[in-house]
């Protein structure tokens, strides 16, 4: 069975960075494209970043400059590294993973920035 668990979320002041991570069981990461969405209270659901398996990374308009998405050496693990995040910024944030019709989803963590 795979699960896909995201962590790192939390409450930030304005300004403030967090760093979000992406794991799963069950399935191999290496193999697949991932990213990262998003979604607010009140707002649909948004593409935040996304990389390749091969390692090309795509961004929103509103993370560029900010936000960054990588993996680890063995592209077991995602992360989003958000700095100077805005009050905007608050909403659920959700790892997924695909390849071909496949996707996988993660339950999603909360990040609040707030001050």
């Known amino acids: 069975q795979v699960h896909i668990v995201e962590s790192g979320g939390g409450l930030v002041q304005p300004g403030g960075s967090l760093r979000l991570s992406c794991t799963g069981s069950?399935?191999?990461?290496?193999?697949?494209?991932m990213g990262w969405y998003r979604q607010a209270p009140g707002k649909q659901r948004e593409l935040v970043a996304t990389t390749t398996h091969a390692g090309n990374r795509v961004y929103a308009p509103f993370a560029r400059g900010r936000f960054t998405v990588s993996r680890n050496n063995a592209k077991t693990t995602l992360y989003l590294q958000m700095n100077d995040l805005q009050f905007e910024d608050t909403a659920v944030y959700y790892c997924?993973?695909?390849?071909?019709?496949?996707?996988?989803w993660g339950q999603g963590t909360q990040v609040t920035v707030s001050s």
């Open positions: 997924f993973a695909e390849m071909g019709p496949d996707d996988w």
């Open positions: 069950g399935i191999d990461l290496a193999i697949y494209d």
